[in-house]
Structure formats: structure tokens, C-alpha cells
């Protein structure tokens, strides 16, 4: 046995050991404490100087922002030299942001905690700006918006050619740059940083979206203007005082030709020209068609347009054209005096050889209503020959087309006009392009409803005209309508309520002339009929007018949609309410639903769509 000196010797080794390792774990405790101390001021340091060169980014950036965002203004109207000035001056300040935000210093510090995803995000936005400025200063002088405008009727072909290289360049550059936003995590950026570069991603988005939309166009406008061959475009101008469910009669028609860029109208037409009141359709009808609207579609030129798919209204114009030993033609463009009004604003006023001036202001009433009291029989309720107001449309058609084809001096107020009529559903194009009409695909230009409810859920509400008049000039509809797919658990429902109101005095009903009027009402009165289409899928769970049960002109299926007609009948100062609930398809849910919208006839006046999706945010 160990004796008792050996015992207490033993357990001072111990203690011994037991010390030497405490003293060991200190030291390196001490030693890690000392290290991260050491890079905690390491980063402190390379922090503070990050810090320091943000603010020198952010002084460069400020300015650099309004810089880039006045760039396409310039261009538009033509200011090369502002232009190009600014792009120079965008270049000298990101290439200070850039050269701030590119040294190892920069990228040790975004691995610090909470600083670093915000350098990294300042990086992201002066390496983005860099690259527009980058653009800027080599695509500004080859970027020429002149070669949109056509000079004595022709438009330079090989000048939109070296515009669509550019624009194509730029829809590129745009993208990578939006990519390139969108992929960072702005979950842990700071408000100020987080704004700035949401203001960033705006203006990138914004110009990604235009560019990528105009690429493909340039890259086909030099085939649609005739390049290498001529090209045959029918244009159909729709009244909307006598309403269509695509806009309203189509009264005057005109063929236009393009060869290698030369524009000319060549032919001209009124629907009084042709074979009406035929005994059969003038082309076969699809039987979903001829049921929601009968054969008088296709046996009445008028009638034509009272679909509002667009494609079917060109398969039978085509035939009516045919029918008269009328050229062919390749495409269909149609629009309506509302749309002719935007146009106006970058035309400028257009004498007429008739005498009036048309303007943005008197284009409506003057095309729509003011020509049946100024040529022709005005006497009210006495039937007149209407030849007066057909030589008044013609003239006036080709002088607008002469006038648009000599070049507008305002570019920017132009593609407004264009942009806001086709987004009211007043320009529609049907192309024997295929490449064109796939471009089409899906928009209100395409003038047929889209095939699924994805990315957009469309509902539709359309008018027609029965009173045989030019009255729907007084008339002016409104739509509110809900839909449940954000918070419902199974099919989700949507609801319409559909207004629309006549809205001539008695006084004014006894002073119109009989092209106004029509023969088969009492002067004042409007006969409509009033279609409802379901979205894609969907069905129609119940309807009433005013309140009460309705008796269904036609129902079925069309477009892959439900659908009812019902006619309503409205007096002067009076106005009919349409109550319709619809229901998603079987085993659908909310999710299966796009942004929910309804599309609409284009009236004389706006007609207000009033959307309400509780929980879409």
C-alpha cells in the first residue's frame, strides 16, 4: 500500500496537472479572445472605411438617378445632343460609384454581419447603373426614333433595321441588369438602402419591359411594312354610336398597301356598298357563334363586328370582301374616332376639305354624331339617302391617313395615343404573320379573350346594338365586379353588376334626324343586348335586370367560356342593372385563378371597370 507521503505527493501532481491545464485553456481563451477583438477591429476599421466609401457611392448615385431617368425623354423627343450629354454625364459618375465599391476592402466588409448585405446591395445598384450608362453612351447616336415616322408616305426600312440591333442590345442588357436586382435579398437591407434600390429596380424594370416588348416589333416591322414585297392591310373604322360588342358598326373600310416601307391607300369602301340582309351567312359560322348570335352575324355587314372575337370578324369581312371583287389583303388593323382623338394630340389639328377642322376635342362628336345632323336629311323621323355622309367619312379618312403618313411632329404623344387606345380595347390587329400574331397572343390587340386564366383571369361584358341607330352616342355603361379566389377554399365565385344607362333629354330625343334615330323605336329609346362572358371555364350560376328574373336572348358555350345574352330596353334618362353570378370550374381553386379583370365593349366614353378582390393584396 502507498504510504501516506506518497499519497499527498500524488495528489499535488494532480493539482499540478489540473493547474497547467486551466492555465493552458486561459492562455487560449485569452489568445481567441485577442484574436477576435483583433478582427472585431479589423472589422471595425474595414467597416468604417466601407462606410466612408458608401457615402462617396451614395453622393455619386443620388445624381446619377434623375440623370438616367430623363434619358429616354430625350430620345423620344428627339434631343440627340441633351441626350448624349447626359449619357456622358451618367458615365463619369458610376464609373466613381464603381471604383469605390471594387476593392478588397469593399468585399471583405459585405461578410460582415448586418453592414454586408447592404455594401453588397450599393455595389449591385453603381455596377447596374454603370452598365445603362455603359448602353447610353454606345447605342445613343445609332438610337434614331425618327425611323418610326414616315416622310412623304415612306418609311426608312434599313433605319428601322440599326434601331432594332439597338433596341435589341438594350432589351438584353436590361434583363441581365433586372436579373441581377431581383436576385438580391433585400430582407436585411436597411430602409434607406432598401428604397434607393427599389427606385432603382422600378426604373430598370420599367425600361426592361418597354424594350422587351419593342425588340420583337422592330424585329418584324420591316416584313409588315413590305420589305421585299408588298404588303395589303385593311383598315375598319368602328362607330361606336350604333355599339358592337368589338366596338360598333363597321361603316367605313379602307385597303392600304406597304412596299418596302411606301405606304398608300388604295382602296376605299362603306358597308351600304355591299350585299346586306343576305339569306345565309356570306361564310360558314362556327356553330358555338351562330348559337350565342345567330346567322344575322354574316348576313348583315354591320353585324359583323358583334363578337367579340376578332379572328371570326376577319374570317367574315374576308368574305364580304371577296364577295365584292375587292383586292385581297394579308392583315386586319381596326379602330374607332375615339382612338383617331388620341392620335390628334400628336397630329395637331387636320383640315378637312370639307370644310371643318378635326382636332382631339371635335373628332367624337363630329364622326359620331354632328355629321348625321350636317349632311343629309335632318328632318326628324324622315328617312334620307345617306351618300352625303358616306363622301364626308371617305374624305375625312383619307385625309387623316395622309396626314399620319406624311410623319407626326410629336413621336412621344403618338405611341400615347397608340398605347392608351389599344389598352381601352379600341385597336385590335389580326396578322397572317405568324410571327406577329403570336406577339398578339393574349393582349386586348389580339381582340379575342385569352384561352386560360393564367397569368390574368378575364371575365367578359359586351354590347350590342338593337335599336338599328346611332343613339349609344347618349349611352354610357359601368361595370363593378368582385371576385373570391384570394379566400376561398374551393371554386372560387365572382360577381358582376353591369349599368348601363341612356342618357339623352327628351328635348334632344325630339331633335334627332332619322340616321340617328333609326326606323324601328320611338326616337330616344335604345334597344341593347347585353352579353356576359364567364372566365375561361367558369359557369353562370344566376342573372336579373332591375332586380328581377331576365328571359336569356341565347346561352351556351364560346371561347371556351360560358355565356348568356339578355336584352334590355332603355328610355331616355333611364338605365338598366344586370346582376350576374358566376361560379369557377369544377375542382379549381383560387390558386388556379390570375389577377382577376373584365374586358369590355369600347363605348363613345370610358366605360369604368371597378375590380374588388378581397385578400390579393
Not at 339569306?279 to 358555338?288: K, R
Not at 353570378?581 to 365593349?601: C, H, I, P, R
Request: hydrophobic share 40%.
Amino acid at each position: 500500500m502507498p504510504t501516506s507521503n506518497q499519497t499527498r505527493a500524488s495528489l499535488r501532481d494532480d493539482a499540478d496537472r489540473r493547474d497547467r491545464r486551466r492555465s493552458r485553456r486561459r492562455s487560449i481563451i485569452w489568445i481567441v479572445v485577442s484574436v477576435v477583438i483583433a478582427l472585431l477591429a479589423a472589422a471595425l476599421v474595414i467597416g468604417g472605411i466601407a462606410v466612408s466609401k458608401a457615402l462617396t457611392v451614395r453622393d455619386s448615385l443620388t445624381p446619377a438617378v434623375p440623370v438616367a431617368s430623363g434619358l429616354p425623354s430625350k430620345v423620344v423627343s428627339g434631343d440627340a445632343a441633351g441626350a448624349a450629354a447626359d449619357a456622358a454625364t451618367l458615365k463619369q459618375l458610376s464609373e466613381k460609384a464603381v471604383a469605390q465599391t471594387s476593392g478588397a476592402d469593399w468585399r471583405i466588409a459585405e461578410w460582415i454581419p448586418f453592414l454586408g448585405p447592404n455594401l453588397s446591395a450599393i455595389r449591385t445598384a453603381a455596377e447596374s447603373i454603370d452598365e445603362v450608362a455603359d448602353f447610353a453612351v454606345d447605342s445613343l447616336p445609332n438610337l434614331d426614333l425618327a425611323a418610326f415616322r414616315p416622310v412623304d408616305g415612306a418609311v426608312d426600312l434599313s433605319a428601322v433595321h440599326r434601331l432594332e440591333e439597338v433596341v435589341s442590345g438594350g432589351a438584353a442588357t436590361f434583363s441581365a441588369i433586372n436579373d441581377r436586382i431581383d436576385a438580391t435579398d433585400r430582407s436585411a437591407l436597411i430602409p434607406q438602402v432598401d428604397t434607393a434600390l427599389g427606385t432603382l429596380d422600378d426604373a430598370v424594370s420599367g425600361v426592361d419591359e418597354t424594350l422587351g416588348t419593342l425588340a420583337p416589333i422592330l424585329d418584324v416591322l420591316p416584313a409588315a411594312l413590305g420589305e421585299g414585297g408588298t404588303r395589303t392591310y385593311l383598315l375598319m373604322f368602328q362607330g361606336n354610336s350604333e355599339l358592337r360588342a368589338s366596338g360598333g358598326n363597321p361603316a367605313a373600310l379602307a385597303l392600304v398597301t406597304a412596299t418596302d416601307g411606301r405606304i398608300e391607300l388604295t382602296t376605299q369602301a362603306t358597308s351600304v356598298q355591299f350585299a346586306n340582309a343576305r339569306a345565309e351567312s356570306i361564310s360558314p359560322l362556327d356553330p358555338e357563334t351562330e348559337n350565342i348570335y345567330s346567322d344575322i352575324i354574316g348576313r348583315w355587314i354591320p353585324n359583323l363586328t358583334a363578337t367579340p372575337d376578332f379572328p371570326t370578324s376577319v374570317d367574315i369581312i374576308r368574305a364580304w370582301w371577296a364577295d365584292e371583287g375587292l383586292p385581297p389583303f394579308d392583315d386586319v388593323i381596326s379602330t374607332d374616332p375615339v382612338a383617331l382623338s388620341y392620335l390628334l394630340n400628336a397630329t395637331g389639328p387636320i383640315p378637312l376639305a370639307t370644310g371643318e377642322t378635326l382636332t382631339s376635342e371635335n373628332a367624337v362628336p363630329l364622326l359620331l354624331n354632328e355629321v348625321y345632323y350636317n349632311y343629309g336629311e335632318h328632318t326628324p323621323g324622315v328617312r334620307a339617302d345617306g351618300s352625303a355622309q358616306d363622301m364626308f367619312f371617305a374624305a375625312a379618312a383619307a385625309q387623316i391617313f395622309s396626314t399620319l403618313t406624311k410623319g407626326v411632329s410629336n413621336p412621344m404623344a403618338f405611341l400615347d395615343g397608340l398605347r392608351q387606345a389599344s389598352d381601352e380595347g379600341r385597336m385590335k390587329i389580326w396578322s397572317s404573320n405568324e410571327q406577329i400574331e403570336s406577339m398578339l397572343s393574349g393582349t386586348k390587340l389580339a381582340g379575342t379573350l385569352p384561352a386560360s386564366n393564367d397569368p390574368q383571369t378575364i371575365a367578359g361584358v359586351y354590347f350590342n346594338d338593337t335599336t338599328g341607330a346611332k343613339t349609344d352616342y347618349y349611352a354610357d355603361a359601368s361595370v363593378v365586379s368582385s371576385s373570391d379566389q384570394c379566400t376561398a377554399t374551393g371554386a372560387p365565385t365572382f360577381q358582376q353588376t353591369i349599368t348601363f344607362a341612356n342618357n339623352i333629354t327628351p328635348e334632344q330625343a325630339a331633335g334627332l334626324p332619322y340616321f340617328i334615330t333609326g326606323p324601328f323605336y320611338t326616337p330616344g329609346d335604345i334597344a341593347t343586348d347585353v352579353v356576359v362572358y364567364t372566365p375561361a371555364g367558369a359557369t353562370i350560376e344566376a342573372w336579373s335586370v332591375d332586380g328581377a328574373p331576365a328571359t336569356l336572348v341565347s346561352q351556351g358555350t364560346h371561347l371556351g367560356r360560358s355565356v348568356i345574352r339578355l336584352s334590355v330596353y332603355t328610355p331616355p334618362q333611364t338605365a338598366a342593372t344586370i346582376n350576374v353570378t358566376m361560379k369557377g370550374a369544377e375542382g379549381t381553386v383560387g390558386a388556379d385563378y390570375g389577377a382577376y379583370d373584365v374586358w369590355t365593349t369600347p363605348m363613345v366614353r370610358e366605360t369604368p371597370v371597378t375590380i374588388d378582390t378581397p385578400g390579393c393584396g
